[in-house]
């Protein structure tokens, strides 16, 4: 998807960074405005954000606006509750997954597999897109913590690296 995108910023390396963070962040673009769900953002802190001036961000907008194509995807991002950081005070767990290679398939099906086998019931899983992210992860909170011997078979599975519980 980033690669489809980022030709429209070819260009404008900064408006490409703006891009690259309302996608990360689900931030969406709607009537020349940002949105996070239905919450605007002020320019000023995307900018912030970004590492770039207001103004690169108003430029990014309009570019979004006047193509039809990225305009299509970006009024219609949306952010997410990640509960990664709140697991532990709500008695749950948090894996963390390190692929050997992200793009391969078949490694979410494998991980909630066992934990799905194991009796544990999964509350949210998140991927971050190996596009966006110079270093992409995969997140599953269980609704009760993870016991130890399930981490060996979290481990063997197909295209897992290493594991991280929080």
Not at 5 to 27: C, H, T
Not at 39 to 68: L, Y
Request: hydrophobic share 40%; with cysteine.
């Amino acid at each position: 998807m980033w690669k489809m995108i980022s030709n429209y910023f070819g260009r404008y390396p900064s408006q490409a960074k703006v891009a690259k963070l309302l996608l990360d962040q689900g931030l969406g673009v709607r009537d020349g405005r940002i949105y996070s769900g239905e919450v605007e953002v002020g320019d000023v802190a995307v900018g912030k954000a970004a590492g770039v001036d207001r103004r690169i961000v108003r430029a990014t907008v309009h570019t979004i606006e006047s193509s039809p194509e990225l305009l299509r995807v970006f009024s219609k991002l949306r952010p997410i509750g990640f509960l990664k950081d709140v697991a532990s005070e709500m008695g749950w767990s948090a894996i963390e997954i390190i692929p050997t290679n992200a793009g391969a398939p078949g490694i979410i099906a494998d991980v909630t597999g066992v934990i799905a086998t194991s009796g544990i019931s999964i509350r949210q899983a998140l991927v971050t897109d190996p596009d966006l992210s110079s270093d992409p992860r995969l997140y599953v909170i269980t609704e009760s913590p993870v016991p130890a011997e399930l981490i060996p078979r979290l481990k063997s599975c197909r295209g897992v690296k290493s594991i991280v519980i929080y």
